[in-house]
């Protein structure tokens, strides 16, 4: 069993900046990818930024020089910096966590979801 924890959004007008974090912590054998999606109301889902296990990194074309992602493995918890916000990157983000999970018989992997934080840039 996996939870994650996720903290940093809120109201904030254009141009400005929020910071999320997203801790997983549970049964974690191993954690590999961690990423952001965010859904905007009457949008489809989309993957905001990605991060591997290596550090490698995958952005949305249209958060590209704006967003950044990091994770600290030690902590196992995954960033993302949002700077120059625009009224369009108003949505609700969801850390997503691809790990090995402990079971009492073995291990398997799985994807988890955390519950979502608003971020809402007013113009």
């Known amino acids: 069993q996996v939870q994650l924890v996720e903290s940093g959004g809120g109201l904030v007008q254009a141009g400005g900046s929020l910071r999320l974090s997203c801790a997983a912590s549970?049964?974690?054998?191993?954690?590999?990818?961690m990423s952001w999606y965010r859904q905007a109301p009457g949008k489809q889902r989309e993957l905001v930024a990605a991060i591997t296990s290596g550090g490698s990194t995958n952005y949305a074309d249209s958060v590209k020089g704006r967003f950044t992602i990091s994770r600290d493995n030690a902590k196992n918890t995954v960033y993302l910096q949002m700077n120059s916000l625009k009224p369009e990157d108003t949505a609700v983000y969801y850390c997503v966590v691809d790990v090995w999970v402990v079971t009492g018989v073995g291990r398997r992997q799985d994807n988890y979801w955390g519950q979502g934080t608003q971020v809402t840039v007013s113009s």
């Open positions: 549970g049964s974690i054998f191993r954690v590999n990818a």
